[in-house]
């Protein structure tokens, strides 16, 4: 039983179908090749992104004389998001210290002159107590949110709004 009746037009047949397939990949490579570059554009734009918050945030802790961190933004901050909640796990055997805090840096020479304070927040150990403190049109308020947490043991802190 003889399947191919004519060969020729059956490997004429065959050429045209490996043709057409593999313009069909040609395509779907050249598709698949844009959308992974338009995939990379998009995570590059977002690590740029990330960078540029990172960068703006001003992040401080501080306890004893010898250990302190502190990242300085660049002075442009004005695009960055204001987030309402931060969490952290500290231990200390300081019975004061910063944990943490968001804002400018504080002008030494305005604050001779005034009373006030910059906008910012911050989470600090006072009195071995953990204190969220906030400034916000030259007025101070602190709130106790955990007692005694100077004794070396680790706790989880959350401020939220």
């Not at 065959?14 to 598709?31: F, P």
């Not at 001003?58 to 909640?85: E, W």
């Not at 006030?116 to 308020?141: K, W």
């Amino acid at each position: 039983m003889n399947l191919v009746h004519d060969p020729e037009n059956m490997t004429s047949k065959i050429q045209e179908e490996v043709k057409r397939t593999s313009e069909k990949q040609r395509v779907i490579v050249k598709d698949i090749e844009n959308e992974v570059y338009h995939r990379l554009k998009n995570i590059r734009t977002m690590l740029t992104q990330a960078q540029r918050l990172f960068n703006s945030m001003k992040l401080a802790m501080k306890f004893g004389p010898n250990s302190s961190v502190s990242l300085n933004p660049p002075p442009v901050t004005r695009q960055a998001p204001i987030y309402k909640d931060i969490s952290l796990k500290m231990n200390t055997r300081t019975s004061d210290g910063m944990l943490f805090y968001y804002g400018r840096e504080p002008n030494r020479r305005k604050r001779r002159q005034s009373s006030g304070c910059e906008d910012s927040y911050a989470l600090m150990v006072i009195n071995s107590n953990v204190n969220f403190v906030v400034c916000l049109n030259d007025q101070f308020s602190h709130i106790d949110i955990a007692k005694n947490v100077s004794d070396g043991n680790w706790y989880n802190v959350r401020a939220s709004q």
